[in-house]
């Protein structure tokens, strides 16, 4: 009998996932080793980031610990020595990011800066690493983690917003600029998920203000396991002709 097929296999393939000490971040990389890939996993915590190996399915997976937003400028470098090591990469996942929930009057150039650095600017500078001879595999994908409020307004989280606006942004002309490498290039959008950074949110909120936030998701707030699907499909086959697009994974927030 032969084996079950599974279009979205991942056997034998390296996939770098940055934010994997905990949240979509790791929820993505447990997923992608059930599907057979070898992890690297990135984040600033190696503590953290050894319990994300230990939930892996075995495999010569490998903790990088790296702070995306301090060293920005060594991240090609990085990437360029790490698969000397290792071999090419398949897949890119930028997971690694911070939310920042501050009204206009109250927003300085600093709070702008430290959300930039590690949502947009980290992201170009690992596509750039990415994309190096030798660096990734002859079809390969890249997947930045944006959200709904880079499509659509939310008061108090402009610059937040904005910074994910400009993934959906960059990974459109990316898609083209890289295509001729075959490197696709896409965005998952996620609405409000159950994760220790919302958590945190929800701490700051009133019950009322939080209840109106669930109320916006007609299928209630998501898991970081909805997301790291989506992700997944990205990187798989499942995904050989979608590239420069943002799949929405909501529970409905942006149809209302």
């Known amino acids: 009998m032969s ?5 979205m296999d991942l056997s034998g393939q390296t996939i770098l996932v940055t934010g994997a000490s905990s949240g979509i971040g790791r929820e993505t990389a447990i997923l992608l080793s059930r599907l057979g890939a070898r992890l690297v996993v990135v984040g600033r915590n190696v503590e953290q980031l050894q319990r994300t190996i230990a939930s892996l399915e075995p495999g010569a997976h490998r903790a990088e610990a790296l702070d995306l937003a301090q060293q920005a400028d060594r991240i090609p470098s990085w990437i360029k020595e790490l698969t000397k090591e290792i071999g090419p990469l398949r ?21 702008l800066d430290d959300v930039m650095r590690i949502n947009f600017v980290a992201a170009i500078q690992l596509a750039k690493g990415f994309r190096q001879r030798g660096v990734c595999a002859s079809s390969s994908s890249i997947v930045f983690l944006s959200s709904v409020v880079g499509l659509v307004g939310q008061s108090g989280v402009s610059a937040y917003s904005a910074s994910k606006g400009a993934l959906i942004a960059l990974s459109r002309s990316l898609a083209l600029e890289l295509v001729a490498e075959g490197i696709r290039v896409n965005c998952v959008a996620p609405g409000q998920v159950r994760t220790e950074m919302a958590d945190q949110q929800q701490q700051s909120l009133t019950a009322e203000q939080f209840t109106a936030i669930e109320a916006l998701h007609p299928l209630g707030l998501g898991q970081p396991s909805d997301v790291a699907s989506a992700i997944a499909f990205l990187l798989a ?17 942006t149809a209302s």
């Open 3 to 7: 084996a079950m097929f599974n279009p």
């Open 91 to 111: 897949g890119l996942v930028h997971s690694a990011g911070i939310h920042l929930a501050r009204p206009l009057r109250f927003l300085s150039a600093e709070n």
């Open 237 to 253: 086959d499942t995904g050989r002709w979608i590239t420069g697009t943002t799949l929405v994974v909501d529970g409905g927030y």
